[in-house]
């Protein structure tokens, strides 16, 4: 009698039944069952992996001459007569005209607190940011972009969309189960700043281009529909889209496409006093540094207006949802894009189980030819692999790739080599004249050593593609890997289960395998 | 009772005699592959070099890649590849990485999708900036060259320095030689190569392992035997399994390159070829050098085996 311990064909039974019932909701649909089905990666259901990097310079160099604008307005209440204040992609810098008001100087600056560097030097003034300073503002930047492109892609919360932050300055956005990928990007690609500004009358657009010249404070901004024209909007931002309340796309009186707004209570008391003062003069509605349009103020207007400017339907309804979500704080780059269609991840999934299943046919086959009973004993054991490993990705709910497929079917292959070595072995000793128990027990025990570490070394394998990998080749390295365990599990005990019961049950004098 | 056996028991294959060979061939596999390498080149996808791919499915009718080829070669992207994908009606369309920002590609992207939306489904598209693929190349360089260190410094703890340095020295050679096969081949090297590598790496070094093992084991039983002999001993012993397992392993791969569809098909031949070769180098060079260094015959090794065998 071979002595199996019952705790532990206990035990074997417990994993395949976990496995079984982990697997299952990947075979049926069971109403009310708790457990989920494999999560597929989207080379297999379809929809795009846009890897964006926010660009945090451009953020600095606008905070810099905020902070710029700001030291004007401070310097000038307390009087200080100044020079050259301007600001670039690094710092903002100053020079004091007398030298005596160096310590007012210094009181003003010194409330810019930690995330800024001073340096000060008779009638010089610098400004940076330090490095946690410029990390802040970096984390900050980077976590509001990723609230921002969450609103922009996924407004109803229901396409589960993965935005990761990854890196420094990088954000991570796979969207699944999309038709369009050109439109994810189209959403993602503008920034949609919406500001309202005055149009400067002491200058047009075409004066301040010949010239060269813009008056102080305000700043030369072309058109948004490529008709050349170009305008002189004053600097000071009157009303901004974050203080929208709601954007949704209609038409205008010429039934041309446009987009609705209301402001909030504090938008709409804003609007309506600049309105109220200007009448007549005409109010430059700014998107990303374009004029859309410049329409003469007519009269007091509150907390409704319209954009209209050269839309399509598509591109109205998309300005207005990029609206509602608000404003990236950076531009975003497409660092890199890989976007499937559901068409050719039905075709994978298709061809990969196709292959699967002819892979363990095959296998399948020769393993019986080679050994036999023990054969169609390690094909079972092939089998409970296969639902150990779906059950497993179940369960992590790790993503199943096209690559991950084929780790499936090349564990199908390499998981045979266990009992492989352990029918060799065994085979071996018989050869030598050990009698059926002995054989099966130091074939065993043989065997166990050398499976160990030829496993071993492609587990190394399998995890450092998993650290090293990215997408598809880490769906590989999981499955490879969780393939490893599984099919020592397999090979080591549940397939040695039935060899025992086999053996147990018909008490064969000799033994052929 | 009828068993397939390809290789029958008790063979005693003089491996030894054959070792030579074995080394001229594999330096002449090498040299071949490292000259592949510098002529020729890797064919190397976008993943490391950068650039535009664009798989589409013909609406109708099959794909006209020469009325493709004269519309996207009009346009002045530079190097553009259009070939024949899986199917008749498939195209995969390359173009090479266009010159400025991730801007100026992501531009490229779109132009092309509208030149031939008209008669062709996009069925993926993929893109990759300067920047990401000059990382993705280091990252792949680091994840080539970890795992062997660290399969090495598992051989030297499990075994002997002798053992580690034979096994790392096969192992390099399945590694040379595979980038030579996708030189040679013009495969597109990309990062399910990688994978692939690295996966071969895994079986090939498992495959080592177990002869290793059995030399180790026989080294120990047969304490008068000369080196040689235990070595082609070994050799024979596992010769039976290290063919059943590279039949099996092949069987599934064949059937991925046969029915896995167009996109796994240069990966799962890539790693036919690692198994033939994997195999291979397990005999003739991980065994075969070992037959130039004096091994312990491990008296005080306590490994599991030690113990196995006290039992």
Same mark, same amino acid.
């Given at each position: 009698?071979?002595?199996f ?14 496995g ?12 009310? !069952? ?7 990666g ?7 992996h846009?890897?964006?990097?926010a ?21 000038r209440?307390?009087?200080?007569? !100044? ?8 710092s903002v810098s !100053? ?5 005596a008001?160096?310590?007012v ?8 607190g930690?995330?800024f560097?001073i340096?000060?030097?008779?009638e ?5 940011f330090s490095?946690?300073?410029?990390t802040?503002l ?5 976590s509001?972009?990723i ?15 993965? %935005?990761q ?5 990088? %954000? ?6 999309i ?7 189209a959403?993602?690609?503008r920034?949609?700043?919406l ?5 400067d009358m002491?200058m ?5 281009k ?5 008056p102080?404070?305000?700043v030369?901004l072309?058109?948004a529909s ?9 600097k000071r ?5 974050d203080?929208?309340?709601?954007a949704?796309?209609g038409?205008?009186?010429n ?8 402001f909030n209570s504090?938008?709409?008391k804003?609007?309506?006093?600049v309105?109220g003062?200007?009448?007549g003069r005409?109010?430059? =509605? ?8 410049a329409?003469t103020i ?14 399509s ?8 949802l990029v609206l ?17 269609g ?16 002819i892979? %363990?046919?095959l @296998?399948?086959?020769y ?13 079972v054991g092939? =089998?409970?692999?296969l639902?150990? %490993?779906?059950?497993a ?11 991950g ?14 009992? @492989? ?31 160990m570490?030829?496993n071993?070394?492609?587990?190394i394998?399998? =995890? ?6 990215s997408g ?5 390295s999981v ?5 490893i365990?599984?099919?020592?599990f397999?090979?080591i005990?549940?397939?040695?289960l039935?060899? @025992? ?5 018909k ?7 | ?6 290789? &029958?028991?008790?063979?005693?294959? &003089? ?13 002449i596999?090498?040299?071949?592959? /490292?000259?592949?390498f510098l ?10 070099k ?5 798989e589409?499915?013909?609406?109708q009718g099959?794909?006209?890649?020469e ?7 009009g346009?002045?992207y ?6 024949l994908?899986?199917?008749k009606?498939?195209?995969l369309?390359r173009?090479?990485?266009?010159d400025g920002d991730e ?12 030149l031939?939306?008209?008669?062709y489904?996009?069925?993926r ?6 920047t990401?693929?000059a990382e993705?190349?280091?990252k ?6 970890s ?5 090495? /410094?598992?051989?030297?703890?499990r ?5 580690s ?6 192992l390099s050679?399945?590694?040379l030689?595979t980038i030579?096969?996708?030189a040679?081949?013009?495969?597109e ?9 690295l996966?071969?790496s ?5 495959d080592?392992?177990v002869?290793f093992?059995?030399?180790r084991?026989n ?7 000369e080196q040689i002999?235990?070595?082609?001993k ?7 399994r290290?063919?059943?397992?590279s ?8 059937a ?9 098909r ?16 397990s005999?003739s060079i991980?065994?075969g050098l ?11 090794d ?10």
């Amino acid at each position: 009698m071979l002595q199996f311990e019952s705790w532990k064909r206990f035990a074997i039974i417990i994993v395949c039944l976990a496995g079984l019932f982990a697997a299952l909701p990947n075979a049926i649909s069971v109403p009310f !069952f708790p457990g989920k089905s494999v999560n597929l990666g989207l080379d297999l259901r379809g929809g795009s992996h846009l890897l964006l990097s926010a660009d945090i310079d451009s953020v600095v160099t606008e905070r810099l001459s905020d902070i710029s604008e700001g030291i004007r307005i401070s310097l000038r209440e307390e009087k200080i007569k !100044f020079r050259s204040l301007s600001s670039d992609e690094d710092s903002v810098s !100053f020079l004091l005209r007398d030298l005596a008001d160096s310590q007012v100087r210094d009181e003003i600056m010194s409330d810019f607190g930690n995330d800024f560097i001073i340096e000060t030097n008779a009638e010089m003034t610098r400004l940076r940011f330090s490095e946690s300073g410029f990390t802040e503002l970096q984390s900050r930047t980077v976590s509001q972009a990723i609230e921002i492109i969450r609103r922009r892609l996924d407004p109803d919360g229901t396409k589960e969309p993965v %935005i990761q932050r990854q890196g420094a300055d990088r %954000i991570l956005v796979q969207v699944p189960g999309i038709d369009d990928p050109e439109r994810v990007k189209a959403l993602l690609g503008r920034t949609a700043r919406l500001t309202f500004q005055l149009v400067d009358m002491r200058m047009t657009g075409a004066e301040a281009k010949s010239s060269g010249r813009v008056p102080p404070g305000s700043v030369l901004l072309e058109s948004a529909s490529n008709d050349g024209q170009s305008y002189v909007v004053e600097k000071r931002v009157m009303v901004s889209g974050d203080m929208l309340e709601t954007a949704s796309a209609g038409f205008d009186q010429n039934n041309q496409p446009a987009i609705n707004f209301s402001f909030n209570s504090i938008g709409a008391k804003r609007f309506a006093t600049v309105t109220g003062k200007n009448i007549g003069r005409p109010f430059a =509605i700014i998107l990303d540094n374009l004029v859309v349009s410049a329409p003469t103020i007519r009269s007091q207007i509150f907390a409704n207006g319209q954009i209209t400017g050269d839309f399509s339907i598509q591109e109205s309804n998309d300005l207005a949802l990029v609206l509602r979500a608000g404003a990236l704080p950076a531009p975003l780059t497409v660092l890199e894009e890989r976007s499937i269609g559901p068409g050719l991840g039905a075709d994978s999934i298709q061809a990969g189980k196709v292959a699967a299943i002819i892979g %363990i046919i095959l @296998v399948v086959g020769y393993i019986i030819l080679s050994y036999g009973i023990y054969g169609a004993m390690a094909s079972v054991g092939l =089998i409970v692999n296969l639902i150990l %490993i779906l059950g497993a990705l179940s369960l992590l709910q790790a993503t199943l790739t096209l690559p991950g497929i084929a780790g499936i079917v090349l564990t199908m292959g390499m998981a045979v080599d266990s009992n @492989v070595l352990i029918f060799e072995r065994i085979r071996e000793e018989l050869r030598r004249g050990r009698g059926v128990r002995d054989a099966i027990l130091s074939g065993y025990s043989r065997a166990i050593s050398t499976i160990m570490d030829a496993n071993l070394t492609t587990l190394i394998a399998s =995890i450092l593609l998993y650290i090293f990998g990215s997408g598809p080749v880490r769906g590989f390295s999981v499955t490879l890997g969780i393939g490893i365990i599984t099919s020592l599990f397999t090979a080591i005990l549940f397939t040695r289960l039935l060899i @025992v019961l086999w053996v147990n049950a018909k008490k064969p004098k000799t033994l052929v395998i | 009772m009828f068993r397939l056996k390809i290789i &029958p028991d008790d063979t005693s294959i &003089p491996f030894v005699k054959l070792f030579k060979l074995g080394f001229v061939f594999s330096i002449i596999l090498v040299l071949l592959s /490292i000259g592949s390498f510098l002529y020729q080149g890797l064919n190397l996808g976008i993943d490391f070099k950068g650039g535009i791919l664009i798989e589409a499915k013909s609406k109708q009718g099959n794909a006209d890649v020469e009325n493709l080829r004269s519309v996207l070669g009009g346009e002045s992207y530079g190097e553009v590849a259009i070939q024949l994908f899986g199917a008749k009606d498939e195209v995969l369309i390359r173009i090479q990485k266009q010159d400025g920002d991730e801007k100026a590609q992501a531009k490229v992207v779109q132009q092309i999708n509208a030149l031939i939306s008209d008669n062709y489904t996009v069925r993926r598209t993929e893109f990759v900036g300067p920047t990401i693929g000059a990382e993705l190349t280091q990252k792949g360089i680091i994840a080539v060259i970890s795992a062997l260190a660290a399969i090495m /410094i598992y051989i030297w703890f499990r075994f002997e320095w002798q053992y580690s340095i034979a096994a790392i020295i096969a192992l390099s050679h399945d590694v040379l030689t595979t980038i030579g096969f996708f030189a040679l081949t013009s495969f597109e090297f990309n990062l399910t190569t990688i994978a692939a590598i690295l996966t071969i790496s895994g079986y090939s070094i498992n495959d080592t392992v177990v002869v290793f093992d059995r030399i180790r084991e026989n080294f120990r039983r047969y304490k008068s035997w000369e080196q040689i002999d235990i070595i082609n001993k070994s050799l024979n012993e596992t010769l039976s399994r290290t063919v059943m397992t590279s039949v099996t392993t092949a069987l599934a791969l064949i059937a991925i390159i046969i029915f896995g569809g167009p996109v796994l098909r240069d990966f799962s031949t890539a790693m036919l070829w690692g198994v033939l070769i994997g195999t291979y180098s397990s005999i003739s060079i991980a065994a075969g050098l070992l037959t130039f260094v004096t091994i312990s015959r491990g008296g005080d090794d306590n490994s599991d085996v030690a113990k196995a065998e006290l039992e």
